[in-house]
């Protein structure tokens, strides 16, 4: 189990996309998620990890060793693709097996460590089945035992939920983190998907354009967004303009912090961003309130509706178990209210 | 750590199937028309050029040429559509039986192709009875139009297969937007499906016509000398001891070859780069037909059966009936394999060994060729690709030629010459066999290995070679069939002990054996549709792809 | 427990294909080895040497097997597939390094080209003295071939299907008259082939010679209905399988063969070409040669002793279907139904050795003109 050490990363591809400079400490045995949007550069970081890529500049080290001229299948690693890429002219037990094969195990050790991990992994039944014969959720569970096989240091996970349904997926990263805990090994994963590395990890790296925008628990990240990217990426955080304001002018202000802001733009006083998620913003009549926008969509989600006001040219996202003040749908939009922040749920970026 | 030391090591590998094939073809190739070049200088290559015989002789292999393609893309393309649309049972050996005709040795072929083609042929009896007539009303085997068909029954099976390989590809989504979107039938053709397999379409032609630009035995016999192509010309040289013409004339038609050789080379690699056959190509059912449709077909069917399969029934008749006793007899299958100074036996044994030997080399020289594809040095893939299928392009006399006076003669040795002349003859095919797999590889599969702990021997022999075995073993089967099939070389160089089955035909047709020639010509067709009926077994992708 | 499979040794795979190899290559290698031992003598023929005869198996060792006996080689007859021009080809290709000792079969035509002379070696046998000299004189005067055999080449046709009583204008085949018959004539083509070119060599002579018109005439006026596959195999094939095909260029022997394999009188007859009151044929004379640099000289001149004695001879007859180059010989009784030098005037007397080989690329070519016109 590794201690893992990306110092200054940097890659730059031929057609201009460069990825860094990246500098992340992950601790031995614990579960590291990386998020961000597609082409954020998670997938060129992991494989710079696994050795398939060089770096242009910085290191990568295991345990405090420099292993930039060590070859992928000597730095004990294993990975889960997320096309699984199982062996197709093997079965099961043979997939399990290839890593400790390669290694020169004898049968029977070969045998009683497939035998535990089908155990762990729950797919005991299937070591005779062709690779055909197999469903996905049962492929990724075989990629997994097999990624397992030879106790690597480092488990690497690329996105390899992304092709399941949504059921099957939330089992399988539970499955993925008991698993993981359970080993002590220590693991990058890669995802795209919010409420999944929020479910599983111990501390999440998020990418944006080949940089670590902010890296941290997910508590942290959800309650304390460092920057707007972070902010706006995770939750569709709200990114509000406002400037300051002498405390107990008129309405409208927000306080954060003993200070007074109001939403908009005023080109004689210093502009300060701030952000609210959406849950934490609460609609009410648009004489209660406040501050007064315009709902201008809505949006009918799983387990609630999703509006969109505008407030001084600004749009806020706003998340609300039922249509507010009794509207229906049809004639909400268009309808005035007013909005305001739970307390404490804002917080200024800088 | 190893990295430096492994970076020379694919150089290494693939550098020696290259000085192979550059020591086989380039160098005997060019010894011989260098030597005819520089050293007769009797013969001025300039008269030879210019004179009336050559331009006659150049005309009309061009002519030839080009009506062939287009006898074969017209009686061919209808035959492509058919293949894909329609699903019918036993496909997969119609498709085995078409690959027949390409590898069949054309001394067979011109034999069972006279035979009922040719005046007193089957069609000819046939006329001559629904007429009345007691003297030959039909001969088309002799003369351009003999020509022409006996090149077309070559290579509409090639086009077939190529063109409905890549009309499988053709999702049908494609075609039915283009229905929905209000487009007619001829739109439809013109704008999606013609454009779709123009490439493919494209590729057959030129192989086509590299085929018959070269072809040898069927202009020899079917000519009767008034049509000469270049070939006919440098065989005649070489025949004469005329080095000095004979070079000259190859100098002409290596140019054109590789011409067209590498139009072929770029067109098909534009090909190859499409995945493999789409599951939602549209497909019909024989009983959806109309009844119209239905008629159209069997017209269509029935020409083509009897140009295609005609002459391999001819020849397989002429292995069981005696034309002098006009009887039938298995007299000819028991020659084959008695072991007589005349017996069957000796070439039977020799055409196995020596096309087993070809092929394992073949393989073995194919799968490094068909790596370095996947190396992004620049030049290494482009030169590899076009030494692999430089034999496709150079006349056959003249390399036999040459590997006989440059190889065997001043090294004595005679049954490896003939072996590597086999090779080389099955090398294209096998390779671009191995190639489309080794590209197709999945390279996450390749990761997981390496990740997985395999060095680079273990990830070879026990992820890559498995992943390849199909490819393989597709190429393998296809370097066998044109292997035991091979005879300029061998009949040049050939001792008696080492002579083919496809040699010893020869022999037998010269004593008047013709039961005999009949019954090694039809053990010649079975061990390739064998072969061929395995590849379909084994493979997944179909033939058109591969080529 | 199930049974979990191991992984197979990849030594193993590796380990067979190399055996199988090696076997492949070793079991060759023996093949080929043990031809060559004892010392062999090698001679390098056409595809047709000999093979006529009632038992093509065993006549090499019926007719060689004595020689083998007396000097302890092993003689190798090796029939190549080709015609005798195909011959000289193959040993101007192994000119730097020969392999054979003895040729057969390069006739008074070929002898003419330079290149056979250059891959032969002049040798004057003991036995020549029992070789007609006439034979020698059409042949070789410089001895680098001694006859062998020899025939007439001539037209041949089946009686049942073309006879004098049925056309009587073939009784005196000229060549006016073999014009008109042009699309039921197969002749060979004269590059490939020793009759075609005898056949090409009548014509010439007898238009130059006899008729003073240009030779090239004829050939025009036939062009378009005329046959000429490649060689005599071909060309017999089309003859005997096409009832339009009435004519073949072929051996004035033939009808012998027929009589002797089916019975006499023998269906085949032989058609000379006829000019003024004269039949006339091309005599063919084939002669046995020393190949120059030959591996074993001394045991090859032995051999060429060998085959010009009756202990040879006596087999041409029936086995080749030629006239043997010895006249001591009896022949067996059928060659009465052959055509005899005697019978016809030889047109090689017409067309001096030196004007043909003169003129013979010259002539080729221009065939090829008219042929391709």
Known sequence: MVQLELVNLKRIFPDGTRVGPISLLIDDGEFMTLLGPSGSGKTTTLRMIAGFIEPGEGSVKFDGQDVNSVLPRDRNIGMVFQSIALFPNMNVFQNIAFGPEMDGWGHGQVVSRVEELADLLGIRTLLMRKITEISGGEGQRVALARALARAPGLLLLDEPLSALDPHLRVRLQREIRRIQKELGITTIYVTHNQDEAFSISDRIAILDDGVIKQVGTPGDIYSNPANAFVASFIGDGNVITCFEVDSQSNGSTIIVENKSYRIGIDSSKPLVKITVKPEDVRISDATSGTMVGTIESIVRLVRNWELGIIIEGQRIIALSEVIPNGFTESEVVGQQVSISFEEDSVRILT | MNNKRWKFFPILVISIPLLLLIGFIVYPVVYVILRGLLLELDTNPFEVLTSVLTYRAFTFNIVETLLSVGLTVLLGLPGAFLFSKIKFRGKGIVQALLIVPFILPPIVVVVGFIRVFGSNGWLDSIAMQMLGSSTSIIDLSSGLVGIVLAHAFYNIPLVILMVSASLNQLDSELEESAEILGATTFQKYRRIILPHILPSLLVASLLTALFCFVSFPIVLTLGESRYKTLEIMIYDSFLAVDYGRASAIAMVQIIITLMIAYSYFRISKKVTQEGSSSPFSKKVSLGELTLKTKAVLLFYFSILIVLVAGPIIAIIQAAFYNPYSHEYTLSGIENVFSSGTMGGLTPLINSIVYASLATILAVLLAIPLAYSRRYRFSWIPEVSTMLVLLPLGISSITLAYGLMIAIAVPLEIIWPVIVIAQTLIGLPFCAKSIESSVMKMDEALLEQADILGASRMQRLLYVELPLLTPGIVVGAVFAFAMAIGEMSATLFIAHPQNYTLAVVIYTYLSARRFVDAGAAALILVIACVLSFIIIDRLSESSFGEVI | ?373
């Open chain 3, 1 to 373: 427990m199930a049974k979990y499979p191991r992984r197979r040794n990849p030594r193993m795979i590796i380990s067979i294909v190399v055996i199988t190899i090696t076997i492949l290559v070793a079991s060759v290698s023996i093949m080929n080895f043990y031809q060559s031992e004892p010392l062999t003598l090698k001679i390098y023929t056409y595809d047709s040497f000999l093979i006529w005869g009632p038992d093509p198996e065993g006549i090499d060792e019926i007719v060689f097997g004595p020689f083998e006996r007396r000097y302890n080689v092993n003689v190798s007859i090796e029939r190549l597939q080709t015609d005798a021009t195909g011959i000289i080809t193959r040993l101007a290709a192994e000119s730097s390094n020969p392999v054979a000792d003895v040729v057969i079969g390069i006739d008074n035509i070929l002898i003419l080209k330079e290149i056979t002379k250059s891959v032969l070696e002049p040798y004057i046998s003991l036995n020549l003295n029992q070789i007609n000299s006439t034979l020698v004189d059409y042949l070789d005067p410089e001895h680098y071939v001694t006859p062998i055999d020899f025939g007439l080449v001539t037209l041949i046709h089946s009686l049942s299907s073309i006879n004098s009583t049925s056309n009587p204008d073939i009784q005196n085949m000229t060549l006016d008259t073999l014009a008109e018959y042009a699309d039921a004539l197969v002749t060979e083509n004269p590059h490939l082939s020793s009759p075609g070119l005898a056949f090409l060599l009548s014509e010439i002579a007898i238009s130059e010679k006899l008729l003073h018109q240009d030779w090239e005439d004829w050939w025009v006026t036939v062009n378009a209905d005329i046959s000429v596959p490649p060689g005599w195999t071909e060309a017999w094939s089309v003859w005997y399988e096409s009832p339009s095909r009435l004519f073949l260029n072929s051996y004035g022997t033939d009808p012998a063969y027929s009589a002797y394999f089916y019975g006499a009188p023998p269906d085949t007859a032989a058609l000379p070409l006829h000019h003024n009151g004269t039949d006339y044929a091309w005599m063919q004379v084939e002669g046995i040669g020393l190949v120059k640099n030959s591996p074993n000289p001394d045991i090859a001149r032995l051999f060429i002793d060998y085959c010009l004695s009756e202990e040879v001879q006596q087999y041409i007859g029936v086995n080749q279907w030629m006239l043997p180059a010895n006249p001591s010989v009896n022949l067996d009784p059928v060659f009465e139904f052959a055509l005899h030098p005697e019978e016809v005037t030889i047109l090689n007397s017409l067309l001096p050795q030196t004007e043909i080989a003169a003129n013979l690329d010259l002539w080729l070519d221009q065939w090829d003109l008219i042929r391709t016109g």
